[in-house]
């Protein structure tokens, strides 16, 4: 199995559904990368069964389809007015929220993926490296989704670089001195 980026057909506007979305596709090793900032559009990077996927999620939403037919990178649908919609309401700031865990194996990545997508204004977590995940999105609460994601491992350290502030780095302790 090679890693394949695949377009899923599917609404996931409302929060409630979003979140379950979240636990469906977290929970699938392999997962490496997950986009909504296009409204309608679920991306998911990595690799994992896609039909296995979209089987799961078809029972959470009957209306789930596969656009990107190949799971190769590449324009394979035409751009409709749900791109134009995506390009004018994604937020102007973008703020990115990297997470440092000590060891990031499968299942704290699924916890972590829980604690994450409760969060509205996320629009996309990717993995990055063995022991990071970048948060992007809106705004939400950073400290908050700190502490809880502290509770899980307690060595998480927070880089926060967003387009407001060139870069901020520090760790999770600074914000409790």
Known sequence: MQVETVEFKMDVSDE??????MKIVWMFSGVTFVDIKEKGILKVKGKYDKIQMGSKLHEL??????????????????PSLTSVYSYFTTPNIQEVV???FKVLDEKMKRDAMEVIWEFSGITSVEVKRDNQLE?????????????KLKRIDESVSLIINDTRTKKLGFSLYDLYR
């Open 98 to 100: 990297v997470f440092k």
């Open 16 to 21: 409630n559904i979003k979140r379950e979305v």
């Open 61 to 78: 939403d009957n209306s789930v389809d596969i656009i990107n037919q190949m799971g190769k990178t590449g324009q394979y649908r035409i």
């Open 135 to 147: 948060v992007k999105g809106g705004e939400f609460n950073k400290i908050a989704m700190s502490t």
